[in-house]
């Protein structure tokens, strides 16, 4: 069965996520034990080196083309997006169950939607506005803030927006630059922008932990590069929205690792952002097929 190229970038979206469940269930269990800069800018690194070895391997007579950046300044516009969004979110992280840090995440989809519509002039129909209200009211849901502000859920939801923003510029980027390369400049980012804080934070760390940071460079990379041929398979409102299933993800991971059990708030919330982001795949296969780039 031949599928098309939206339902692939779909799936390699989904994937992509379940990789990066791993890497922050992995960034939330170290960061225990060392500071949480230290494991990114180990396991970005890693990762760093991991792609380039790839890339060297998987593409032996077109390396020219693939380490080709197009159009730099994009790299760095999403460099620094991702240094500014990452750590936001993995300051975040250790304060949270990894419930409540997936169920904020679930706004980057629709806010991708948005920001698309407004700066790449992707169609954008009437219902998404109502999607993007039954989101934020999922959310507010599941975090209960009449219990009481959680600072730290703060800091992830603006972490958020500015990951969303840099799904945006990788959506761009994908019409001219390598997913090798964006993955490559990506994670180098991300490693350098962690560097200064993890060492000022260093306190040693043992081989173990080590071993575990590298394990980490994997998943970061592989996701990193699923994800841009997600965006170069699909336009962003059909690669963004597999991202629900890290709530499926998350708690599994969650609850065997950390022993969390999400609050009824945290279900019920979760389910409502889960059902507005499938409604929102139903509802535009033929935006999903590219017909209304």
Known sequence: MKHSA??????SSAIAFMFFTGFDTLAKFLSQSCSVFLVMAVSYAAG???MIGYVLVRHKHQHKAVFKMTHPKLHL???????IGQSCAYIALPHISLAEFYVVIFTMPVMTILISSLTLKEVIKPYVWLIVVVNFIGILIALRPDQGLNIWALVL????????????LLRKMMRTESSEMTSITTTGFLALGALIPAVMSF???SLAMFGWMMVGGVLCSFAQIL??????????????????LQLVYGA????LMFGDVPSMWIYIGGAIVIIANITLILRQPRMADGQNE
Request: hydrophobic fraction near 55%; aromatic fraction near 12%.
């Open 6 to 11: 939206a339902t692939l970038g779909a799936l």
């Open 48 to 50: 760093t080196v991991i």
């Open 252 to 255: 599994i991971a969650g609850y």
């Open 203 to 205: 306190e040693g760390m």
């Open 157 to 168: 939801f603006v972490g958020t927006f500015v990951l969303a923003c840099s799904l945006v």
């Open 227 to 244: 994800l841009s041929n997600a965006y170069r398979l699909a336009p962003a409102a059909y690669a963004g929205p597999p991202q629900f």
């Open 77 to 83: 516009a999403r460099g620094i997006t991702q240094i």
